[in-house]
């Protein structure tokens, strides 16, 4: 309570609410002051702070705020006043002035002052995060603010999943005395691919609030989860002459959604390929699938084709195939898968040479530009021709009970040579192999029929 008067005294005298008085910001702030005594000619202000050149906080004329209204209007005693909806700002300290008139008027007496705090809770927390997307792995920090409350002391927690994060850093400013405060935390979260649905939990607490202030940041809108990309054939290559070949690209697991292909035939793009609906799997990734189905042609043989997948702005993916096309027989029927020969070097030039004795025993030639791979293990025959870097593979299938195998050397002149399963073939395939040169075919016993006639012309297609 304010100060008493002396009951014998005329003196003037005003008297103010002892503070500090403590609202919530929101609620309305009454500050009272009442007049005693006599005193000269003019009005009565309100004044925050000791700096009369501010706007009043009340007075009934010249320069005021308008925060504060009269209670008892009209009285030449009570100047008791109303702030209504109190903001942090309104702390401070209040003066009830008395002044006498003149030009200009002056301060005649001022009441002791009423000291307010205004208690004010944190605004709802806000997370930042980076601004666009990171690849799982990556180290990212995540920023919750809050402001406008008072007092100062305020707690920050962070939880990922449920599971608590320590904060690297917590500031609450200003440092001093203020009417109110902010309060900055930072958390850091490594990303892995299993974040597309987790969730970041900023949480608030503080001595104004009934219960915590919590925000969530979803971490899949900064994550982006690569594309695997996987090509097949259906059916696998070698592909038969002139059938149906289906394509298959498969994009999976990526994140966020927004992927898209184009298939390229020999780089150029095909613009019969179809694209299924983007497809969320059951761990908020998401899949994609596109099928390019094509005619086996003769013109397509070695063609390489290629998926090339463009995935939330980045550089493409691609993946790629090469198409393999059986060979067909002169009967009209396709090989056997055991007939194609891989293609080796850039440039490949696929061809059937001959057909070597009918019925019984095939021999197929196929060109190849370029270095030499491992190859079949079986029943291939290979010469290497030093001037112009060529290998010419010869195939051989079974002779009735007999198999040409291959056996090979390093050396750069025709140091290759052919056995037949018979007596001492095997050492007579070795000494040819330490004379570096191919002579005559490996003498032995020969199965009936015509096998002898189909050494005799392996050896021919070796010797060319």
Not at 248 to 256: A, G, L, S, T
Not at 258 to 270: D, G, P, Q, V
Not at 454 to 462: E, F, N, P
Request: glycine letters at 6%.
């Amino acid at each position: 309570m304010g100060a008493k008067p002396d009951a014998g005294a005329q003196t003037l005298q005003i008297l103010q609410t002892l503070g500090p008085l403590s609202v919530r910001a929101g609620e309305t702030l009454t500050l009272n002051c009442t007049l005693t005594g006599v005193g000269g000619p003019g009005g009565v202000k309100w004044h925050k702070g000791l700096d009369r050149s501010q706007p009043r906080i009340y007075s009934k004329k010249g320069n005021s705020s308008k925060r504060g209204t009269r209670i008892v209007a009209g009285s030449n005693t009570d100047f008791s006043i109303n702030i209504n909806n109190v903001r942090p700002e309104d702390a401070g300290t209040y003066y009830c002035v008395k002044y006498r008139s003149g030009s200009p008027e002056k301060e005649e007496l001022s009441g002791r002052g009423t000291e307010v705090s205004v208690i004010a809770t944190p605004s709802p927390p806000s997370i930042s995060g980076f601004k666009g997307r990171v690849e799982s792995g990556a180290l990212v920090n995540f920023n919750c603010s809050s402001d406008g409350f008072s007092p100062r002391d305020i707690t920050v927690t962070w939880a990922k999943d449920g599971r608590a994060i320590q904060p690297s850093q917590i500031r609450v400013w200003p440092e001093g005395e203020s009417i109110s405060y902010q309060v900055w935390s930072t958390a850091e979260v490594r990303l892995t691919k299993e974040d597309v649905r987790s969730q970041l939990l900023c949480r608030i607490t503080h001595n104004t609030l009934p219960s915590a202030l919590e925000q969530s940041f979803s971490l899949g809108d900064v994550l982006r989860v690569p594309p695997n990309v996987r090509v097949e054939t259906s059916p696998s290559s070698p592909v038969p002459l002139n059938d149906t070949v289906t394509f298959i690209c498969n994009v999976e697991h990526f994140y966020p959604s927004n992927a898209s292909l184009i298939w390229l035939e020999n780089n150029t793009k095909s613009e019969t390929a179809k694209v299924e609906p983007v497809t969320q799997n059951s761990d908020g990734t998401f899949s994609l699938k596109s099928t390019l189905d094509l005619i086996a042609t003769e013109e397509r043989n070695l063609s390489v084709f290629t998926c090339l997948v463009t995935h939330n702005s980045q550089p493409p993916l691609n993946e790629t195939v090469t198409l393999l096309i059986r060979p067909q027989a002169e009967d009209g029927e396709s090989t056997s898968d055991s007939e194609t020969v891989l293609p080796r070097g850039e440039a490949s030039c696929f061809k059937r040479v001959e057909r070597i004795i009918a019925g019984t025993y095939d021999l197929q030639a196929h060109n190849h530009e370029g270095t030499g791979a491992q190859l079949d293990k079986t029943a291939l025959v290979l010469t290497y021709y030093p001037p112009k870097g060529t290998w010419k593979c010869l195939k051989a299938l079974k002779v009735l009970d007999t198999e040409v195998t291959l056996l090979m050397s390093s050396h750069s002149n025709a140091a290759f040579w052919i056995t037949s399963a018979c007596t001492n073939s095997v050492a007579e395939a070795k000494s040819l192999k330490d004379n570096c040169a191919v002579t005559q075919h490996t003498t032995c016993l020969s199965p009936p029929g015509s096998t002898n006639e189909a050494h005799q012309m392996v050896q021919s297609s070796v010797s060319r």
